[in-house]
């Protein structure tokens, strides 16, 4: 069956109601903002495991870390600038000094967050979370994925934080494609360079690939959905084998999944390497497409990234 | 009627004994808080002495009542009462902040009976709520206590958790405020008034109980009516005097985050003679 272009957010919110079925020990703490990063199917279906708890956001990450210790899952879920921003030091010193089983799962990640604007538009979400101890950071590229991170998440003991987006993202992974946390997927192999790319660039990337084998590029396609940990072992045979990486992220260019690729290839294997993301900038209002291409996260961008790093490799 | 027998004279006497302990654990640390560490000392000692049900050889037993430290910075007061209490040997004091010590500067989950790490203020009555949201969901009747400061309950969050707790009626939470008056720069009420208190916890639906910290018999009633009190959360407003017992350190700011060395350690350790 053909999947329409889905928000992550939905993948998340349908299959935490799955879950919850047969786990009874999933709970869910809400910034009253449950109608928009989906976790209402869950309040919907079960009432009782459910808190909005108004907005109160360093309460919801609090309150979320006491449940933990009751032997819940808890989902402590927001807007990603709220959470990951306001409540920090409650992710930080409940959740992640803690070590506690709190799974942090934030919707309207990056600048296709549209017409709200910048306050609204969460553009270092990844940056900040990577540099906790004990947290990984996942991304997920569409509804399937962020379906399958769901169910990682409640497998897997300790902290966790997820960006789902608001808009619709093309279905570009199959339901039986492996998932496993701090393993990347190759969607396209290729030999002239790699685009090591996360949630809604990763179908960029593809575009992108497409294009350029027009114009004889062949270009590897990566899908990082985790962050941190990262994959180290796809970063470098990627480098070894392409001699050139690119990134791309709905992200500031500081401290998210470029930079968190650039340390793995200054340690291990520096080749050239470019990076398309959000240069230093708050985002704004307008539409998901304008915004894209207004801040250089179209195909487009990475097409042009590719060629800058194809040329800068030796002989 | 008190709902246990408690020997309060033998209680006065280990409240010597933990000032004691307190002020050489900080000395031979070099480093930590003893004023609100001096001021909690019946809190504490009520609490663990006669109050909670708790298994000092069982840390982890899944039926204790939960004592979460939010002022993670008294951690000398903590230490000392548990150790006291038999969770780990009382030499382990002399490890307090120390590399590679349990003993962590703020208090720590490595150390046994400490159910939260803290140290920044204003994240344990949050942490408290939770499991007491837990608790009733799993069919536990056990009592969840938050120890705060007064200069911790200007941060804002301790408020969204007062509002939390009040809403699901969360008559298991008790607040502990230690109302010593003093913070790290000066008097509470000088630097941000918290003026009227009790006014504002009775506003936000809580059963609010204003008392002298430093009685341990005034504390017991409070724990007692606690106990009693359905359908909404209960603070106790325990009155203190910051750096109490010891005359060169009560009512000063100064002592709030310095060890006494060890001149001053003896003349303190004679004023408890």
Excluded at chain 1, 80 to 89: E, G, I, K, P, S
Excluded at chain 1, 141 to 159: F, H, L, N, Q
Excluded at chain 2, 221 to 226: R, S
Aim: charged fraction near 25%; glycine fraction near 10%; aromatic fraction near 8%.
């Amino acid at each position: 069956m053909e999947l329409k272009p889905t928000p992550t957010r939905d993948g998340f919110g349908e299959e935490l109601v799955t879950l919850g079925k047969t786990n009874q020990n999933i709970v869910v703490t809400s910034g009253d903002l449950e109608d928009a990063t989906r976790a209402e199917y869950f309040k919907k279906e079960f009432p009782d495991r459910f808190y909005n708890l108004g907005i109160t956001e360093q309460d919801v990450v609090g309150t979320a870390a006491g449940l933990s210790t009751m032997g819940y899952v808890a989902f402590a879920t927001s807007f990603a600038v709220f959470l990951t921003n306001r409540a920090y030091d409650m992710i930080r010193l409940d959740v992640c000094y803690n070590n506690l089983n709190v799974k942090v799962v934030c919707s309207h990640g990056g600048v296709t967050v549209g017409e709200d604007g910048a306050s609204a538009q969460c553009l270092e979400d990844f940056a900040i979370m990577r540099v906790l101890p004990n947290m990984r950071v996942i991304c997920p590229a569409d509804y399937i994925e962020a379906k399958k991170a769901t169910r990682v998440m409640v497998k897997t003991s300790g902290p966790f934080y997820m960006r789902t987006s608001r808009s619709p993202l093309p279905i570009i992974t199959r339901e039986d494609d492996h998932f496993t946390i701090g393993k990347a997927n190759v969607l396209r192999d290729g030999k002239d360079a790699t685009v090591i790319a996360c949630g809604a660039m990763v179908s960029e990337a593809l575009s992108a690939a497409e294009k350029l084998k027009h114009e004889g590029i062949d270009l590897k396609v990566v899908n990082m959905h985790t962050i941190k940990p990262i994959d180290v072992q796809m970063i470098i045979k990627s480098a070894k084998d392409t001699g050139a990486i690119i990134t791309a992220e709905e992200h500031q260019l500081a401290g998210g999944l470029g930079s968190a690729v650039a340390e793995v290839l200054v340690l291990n294997y520096p080749c050239p390497m470019e990076m398309v993301g959000v240069k230093d900038s708050f985002g704004e209002s307008g539409s998901p497409a304008q915004l894209l291409a207004h801040y250089g996260l179209k195909d487009i961008n990475i097409i042009e990234a590719v060629k800058k790093a194809v040329s800068r490799k030796k002989g | 009627m008190p709902s246990k027998t408690i020997d309060i004279e033998s209680l006065k006497k280990k409240a010597v004994i933990f000032r004691r302990d307190i002020l050489e654990t900080l000395e031979a640390a070099g480093s930590g808080h003893p004023g609100g560490s001096l001021s909690a000392v019946e809190i504490f000692l009520s609490l663990y002495g006669y109050q909670v049900n708790h298994k000092p050889n069982d840390p982890r037993w899944e039926d204790r009542d939960r004592v979460i430290v939010s002022k993670g910075h008294v951690s000398p007061v903590v230490y000392t009462t548990l150790a006291n209490f038999g969770y780990f040997p009382k030499e382990e004091l002399k490890t307090f902040r120390k590399f590679g010590a349990r003993l962590q500067g703020h208090v720590h989950t490595k150390v046994p009976g400490v159910e939260f790490n803290t140290g920044s203020l204003g994240h344990g009555l949050s942490f408290a709520n939770g499991i007491a949201l837990g608790a009733r969901m799993r069919g536990k009747d056990f009592k969840v206590y938050c120890v705060m400061g007064d200069g911790e309950i200007q941060e804002g969050s301790v408020w969204e958790a007062a509002m939390t707790a009040a809403h699901y009626k969360l008559d298991h939470v008790c607040a502990i405020i230690d109302y010593n008056k003093v913070q790290e720069n000066g008097p509470t009420n000088e630097i941000k008034n918290l003026e009227p208190l009790r006014d504002k916890w009775t506003a936000f639906g809580w059963n609010v109980l204003d008392v002298d910290g430093h009685s341990i018999e005034a504390l017991r009633v409070a724990f007692d009516e606690f106990g009693s009190t359905k359908g909404k959360p209960t603070v106790i407003i325990a009155n203190t005097i910051k750096g109490k017992g010891i005359s060169f350190m009560e009512g000063k700011s100064a002592w709030h985050g310095k060890a006494p060395n060890k001149e001053q350690l003896a003349l303190a350790l004679k004023e408890l003679e």
